[in-house]
C-alpha cells in the first residue's frame, strides 16, 4: 500500500545488487511511495547485478561510482543533481565487505592491508559521501541520510570479524555529521541496526543459517526481513521522523535488548538431551 510519503524526493541509493539486497527493496519502495532516484554501486557490481533492470522498472538512473573514490563521488553527486534540477533529499548507503573475512582471516590474524579495505569501503565511504554532499551544498534542508549498521557494532559475534570494527566507525560518524550537519542545515543523519538478513552477500557467510536460527529464536517478533526494513528506512526518509537524528535504531525484532529467550533455551537444553542420549548409546 502506498501513502505517497515521498512524493517528489529525490533520493540517491547506494549498494543495491539483486532483488535480494535490502537496497534494492529500499529503491522499490522509496519508487512506489513517489520518490526519483538514482541507483549507484561499483562498475564490476554493476556488471555482476541486475540493477539496469530495476532502474528500467522504476524510471531512475543509473551511474557507476567506488564510494571509496573522492572523484567518482563528486562525478556522481554533480551528475545527480543535474538528473534532479536541484538537491537530493535522501540518501542510502547500503555498502559493506572485508577481505579479512572472505579470506577467513580470524581477527587475531589479520592482513591490515585488508583491514584498511575494510574499514574504507564499510565506514569510511560514509563520511565521503556526506563530506562531498557537504562541500557542495547537496543536501536539501531537512534531508535524511541512512546507513545500514549491525549489532556486531556494540556486542562481539563470533567470526564477523573487523566488519564489527567498521560499523561500529559507520555508527560514529552518523553521530558526528549528525551534529554538524543537523546544526547548520537540519539534515538528519542516522543508521539502522538490521536483523542477520539472507542478502547476496549475507548468504555467502560462513554459518549464517545458524546465527539466523539464533537469531529468530531470541527476538520476541522475529528477525526482521528485507521488506520489512525497507519498509523501516522509507519513514526516515519521510517527513514523518524529521526530529530523528545521530540515533543508532535497531531494527531486529527485540534482539538487541535481549539476555536469553525460551525458544532459545529449549533449543540449548535440547541440544544437551541429544549429547546425554548420543552418551548412552556409546556406552
Not at 1 to 6: A, D, G, I, R, V
Not at 37 to 60: C, H, W, Y
Not at 183 to 188: E, H
Not at 249 to 265: E, K, N, P, T, V
Amino acid at each position: 500500500m502506498s501513502y505517497n510519503l515521498l512524493k517528489g524526493k529525490k533520493g540517491i541509493v547506494f549498494g543495491a545488487l539483486n532483488d535480494k539486497s535490502i537496497a534494492w527493496k529500499v529503491a522499490e519502495r522509496a519508487h512506489e511511495e513517489g520518490a526519483q532516484m538514482v541507483f549507484t554501486n561499483t562498475p564490476i557490481a554493476l556488471r555482476m547485478g541486475a540493477l539496469q533492470e530495476l532502474a528500467d522498472k522504476t524510471g531512475s538512473h543509473v551511474i557507476p561510482a567506488n564510494a571509496t573514490s573522492m572523484d567518482d563521488l563528486n562525478s556522481l553527486i554533480d551528475q545527480s543533481m543535474e538528473i534532479f534540477g536541484g538537491g537530493i533529499d535522501f540518501i542510502l548507503h547500503s555498502i559493506g565487505m572485508s577481505p579479512n573475512v572472505r579470506k577467513r582471516r580470524s581477527y587475531d590474524d589479520l592482513n591490515y592491508e585488508y583491514y584498511h579495505q575494510t574499514l574504507d569501503i564499510s565506514a569510511m565511504s560514509f563520511h565521503k559521501v556526506l563530506q562531498v554532499c557537504r562541500q557542495k551544498d547537496a543536501l536539501n534542508e531537512w534531508a535524511s541520510v541512512v546507513a545500514l549498521s549491525y549489532v556486531a557494532a556494540q556486542r562481539t559475534l563470533f567470526e564477523y570479524n573487523d566488519m564489527a570494527d567498521a560499523k561500529a566507525m559507520l555508527e560514529s560518524i552518523a553521530r558526528s555529521f549528525g551534529y554538524i550537519y543537523g546544526r547548520d542545515k537540519r539534515v538528519r543523519i542516522n543508521t539502522i541496526s538490521q536483523s542477520p538478513t539472507m542478502t547476496t552477500a549475507g548468504s555467502g557467510v560462513k554459518g549464517i543459517d545458524s546465527l539466523m536460527d539464533f537469531t529468530e529464536r531470541m527476538s520476541p517478533l522475529g528477525n526482521a526481513t528485507a521488506d520489512e526494513c525497507a519498509d523501516y528506512c522509507i519513514t526516515l526518509f519521510s517527513d514523518l521522523t524529521k526530529k530523528v537524528t545521530m540515533q543508532n535504531l535497531f531494527h531486529d525484532g527485540g534482539f538487541s535488548s535481549m539476555g536469553m529467550s525460551q525458544r532459545a533455551m529449549m533449543q540449548y537444553h535440547k541440544s544437551f538431551e541429544e549429547c546425554d542420549e548420543q552418551n548412552d548409546k556409546q556406552e
